[in-house]
């Protein structure tokens, strides 16, 4: 529909112009904040985005190479990584307990328990 508009010394109305649609340039939104790193210990990857709207209609083109996701190495301090118990090697068994009779042989070993989430050991087994 045509719509008029008319005053004492102008008159209106709307029309179509040459194209049916308006070009439409590229347009590049902002970078999305970092993501979390990709591990929870040691060395991994954070990503950026950012959403692109490509040109339509005739409109600017976006710059060839344009990123859409960039990447970088990122670290999880090493005080934070999980640290599994250890258990280090028995010692020597110590002499009898008594010289005639039942008695007691003991030894004893080092034990750096679990911190940080890491494994915990297995409480009254012997290994060797």
Same mark, same amino acid.
């Given at each position: 529909?045509?719509?008029?508009?008319?005053?004492?010394?102008?008159?209106?109305?709307?029309?179509?112009?040459?194209?049916?649609? $308006?070009?439409? /340039? @590229? *347009?590049? +939104?902002? =970078?999305?904040? %970092?993501?979390?790193?990709?591990?929870?210990?040691? #060395? !991994? &990857?954070?990503?950026?985005?950012?959403?692109?709207?490509?040109?339509?209609?005739?409109?600017?083109?976006?710059?060839?190479?344009?990123?859409?996701?960039?990447?970088?190495?990122?670290?999880?301090?090493?005080?934070? $990584?999980?640290? /599994? @118990? *250890?258990? +280090?090697? =028995?010692?020597? %068994?110590?002499?009898c307990s008594?010289?005639?009779? #039942? !008695? &007691?042989?003991?030894r004893t070993?080092?034990?750096?328990?679990?911190?940080?989430?890491?494994?915990?050991?297995?409480?009254?087994?012997?290994?060797?």
């Open positions: 529909p045509v719509v008029v508009s008319c005053a004492v010394t102008l008159c209106q109305r709307s029309c179509r112009g040459k194209y049916y649609y $308006c070009p439409v /340039d @590229c *347009k590049t +939104h902002t =970078w999305s904040s %970092w993501s979390a790193c990709s591990v929870s210990c040691g #060395e !991994g &990857v954070t990503t950026k985005t950012r959403r692109v709207e490509q040109a339509q209609h005739g409109g600017k083109e976006c710059e060839a190479g344009t990123e859409l996701k960039e990447s970088r190495t990122c670290s999880v301090q090493p005080n934070d $990584c999980p640290i /599994d @118990c *250890k258990e +280090h090697p =028995w010692g020597n %068994w110590t002499s008594v010289t005639c009779g #039942e !008695g &007691v042989e003991a070993r080092e034990v750096e328990q679990a911190r940080f989430r890491g494994e915990e050991c297995d409480a009254g087994v012997e290994r060797e």
